[in-house]
């Protein structure tokens, strides 16, 4: 009974695996080369500054820049694109989710801000030392 459900059990994990190589093998074949690659950490940190400006399609995310132009791009791996897809399924069903996304943003802008002023500051203070 016990080898009966643990041969089954080996026989789906085979599957899943053939069928995860599968899609693969064809995302690998078909994706675009002419668009811009990046891992999935550098996309959702390029997103998090600015969420409005994403179109997040099933195949790839679209950055809409202010004059009207997009650019695709592409993911460098198909683990990325796997990560990609489960992201952009959340974000389009989890509008609170986009809310806190924008937050961070504002954070970042802050914190950005404050550290530009520290650094103006530093510097008129370092001018002030080496005039005297």
């Known amino acids: 009974m016990i080898t009966g459900i643990l ?18 093998i064809c995302w690998y074949a078909n994706r675009e080369r002419t668009y811009p690659m990046v891992n999935f950490k550098a996309f959702k940190e390029l997103y998090v500054l600015n969420p409005k400006a994403w179109t ?5 995310p679209r950055y809409h820049s202010q004059d009207g132009e997009y650019v695709a791009i592409e ?7 796997q990560k ?19 937050n961070e943003a504002q954070f970042i802008k802050y914190m950005q ?4 002023n520290y ?7 370092m001018r002030e030392i080496l005039e005297k």
């Open 113 to 116: 801000e404050e550290i530009n």
């Open 7 to 24: 041969i089954v059990v080996v026989f789906l994990l085979f599957i899943y695996l053939v069928i995860y190589i599968v899609f693969a």
């Open 84 to 102: 990609y897809q489960s992201f952009a399924s959340k974000v389009s069903r989890d509008s609170e989710y986009n809310e806190r996304i924008e």
């Open 56 to 60: 997040l399609y099933p195949c790839n």
């Open 75 to 81: 993911f460098t791996s198909f683990h990325d694109y």
């Open 119 to 125: 650094r103006e500051r530093n510097l008129n203070e």
